[in-house]
């Protein structure tokens, strides 16, 4: 966090897209790995959503001075794609969990973990953040990641409650 905690709103964008790319790819592996119709549509809709972000994101980066790219781009876009270490290390444990993935119900609990875990990156990202366009970013991811994870909470309750005999 000590690295992103400084970057500025331009930085902030960069990497955001960089997340939601992965992310997207996440969520529509997910999709062709569930069995089930139902949770196979979640996550084909997070993968959209996703998809939407990430284009929202363009639009915002394009708001930035100079559309949020620079003459010398070939030298920063590595330093922009490179996670910082704490995002990196949730990637990891992902892909590690991803393979172990035996039930639509553990790929559902994975789905909100990885919502959960972002969203509190970027919370305390924001909360450290010594950049006000870098801060005013991750606030806004913050909201995004807690607002997916609770449309996926909502989805296992109700798989939950369909499982139980009325």
Known sequence: MRVATHFS???????????ERREHRFFAALARKAKGGTLR???SGMAQDKAALLRSLR?????????????????????LQRLPEELFNIAETVKKKFGRLSSDREALRLAIEVEER????FRETAAASFHPEGKEVFI??????EDHA???????????SARVPG
């Open 140 to 145: 806004w991811l913050a909201s995004e990641q």
């Open 118 to 121: 972002l969203a509190e990156y």
């Open 59 to 79: 639009v915002k980066l394009g708001e930035c001075p100079d559309d949020g790219f620079w003459d010398n781009e070939e030298e920063i876009l590595p330093y």
């Open 150 to 160: 609770g449309n996926l909470k909502e989805k296992q309750g109700d798989q939950e």
């Open 9 to 19: 709103g331009v930085e902030a964008l960069r990497m955001a897209m960089e997340v």
């Open 41 to 43: 549509e979640v996550f």
